[in-house]
T-cell receptor, first 110, second 116 residues
Framework: KQEVTQIPAALSVPEGENLVLNCSFT??????LQWFRQDPGKGLTSLLL?????REQTSGRLNASLDKSSGRSTLYIAASQPGDSATYLC?????????FGQGTELSVKP | DAGVTQSPTHLIKTRGQQVTLRCSPI?????VSWYQQVLGQGPQFIFQ???????GRGNFPDRFSARQFPNYSSELNVNALLLGDSALYLC???????????????FGPGTRLTVT
């Protein structure tokens, strides 16, 4: 059974710091991995999607990597801003569905 | 272009009642999936529909049912509501079936259901 774990559960950093969020999964047989952002009480906004054959994807200040063999993904956020404060969720696609981690709640202090 | 839309935004129901949640996918998308997100946890898969057929079902009781209409919109029904059904219900749409390929899923804003 696929299990997705995100560490840390919560993170507080000062504005301007570079930071890394971690995601691990137990079964490497995945189609892809997506990183999402969720603001309190809101839906999910897709940030980056990495196909199983890819190693990384970049969008602006965000960079996500995928190592299927070790069951790990990282989301790197450069020069963090208060507007980046949100919960970040990773999800792997397997068997037609997305399997989510519990998220990392990020707070960026001005 | 409009994204995925869901209605209603918020809903309060009493234990034992029934509820219907609605979702309209992005124009051109033929697949709709439903997820339940309990406070503090990641979303859990409930159903996936493609071309009006059920293509996947998560580990939820038979009180949960869904359907997809010819215009690809979808409804999620929950009968005999329990306090534990209180959650954010998310709908996601994609171009094609989510099985066998890696179409990206786009999520709506969700419906917040509170059962008292």
């Amino acid at each position: 059974k696929q299990e997705v774990t995100q560490i840390p559960a919560a993170l507080s950093v000062p504005e301007g710091e570079n930071l890394v969020l971690n995601c691990s999964f137990t079964d490497s047989a995945i189609y892809n991995l997506q990183w999402f952002r969720q603001d309190p009480g809101k839906g999910l906004t897709s940030l980056l999607l990495i196909q199983s054959s890819q190693r990384e994807q970049t969008s602006g200040r965000l960079n996500a990597s995928l190592d299927k063999s070790s069951g790990r993904s990282t989301l790197y956020i450069a020069a963090s801003q208060p507007g980046d404060s949100a919960t970040y969720l990773c999800a792997v696609k397997q068997g037609g569905k997305l399997i989510f981690g519990q998220g990392t709640e990020l707070s960026v202090k001005p | 272009d409009a994204g995925v839309t869901q209605s209603p935004t918020h809903l309060i129901k009493t234990r034992g009642q029934q509820v219907t949640l609605r979702c309209s996918p992005i124009s051109g998308h033929k697949s709709v999936s439903w997820y339940q997100q309990v406070l503090g946890q990641g979303p859990q898969f409930i159903f996936q529909y493609y071309e009006k057929e059920e293509r996947g079902r998560g580990n939820f009781p038979d009180r949960f049912s869904a359907r997809q209409f010819p215009n690809y919109s979808s409804e999620l029904n929950v009968n005999a509501l329990l306090l534990g059904d209180s959650a954010l219900y998310l709908c996601a749409s994609s171009l094609g079936p989510t099985t066998g390929w890696s179409y990206e899923q786009y999520f709506g804003p969700g419906t917040r259901l509170t059962v008292t």
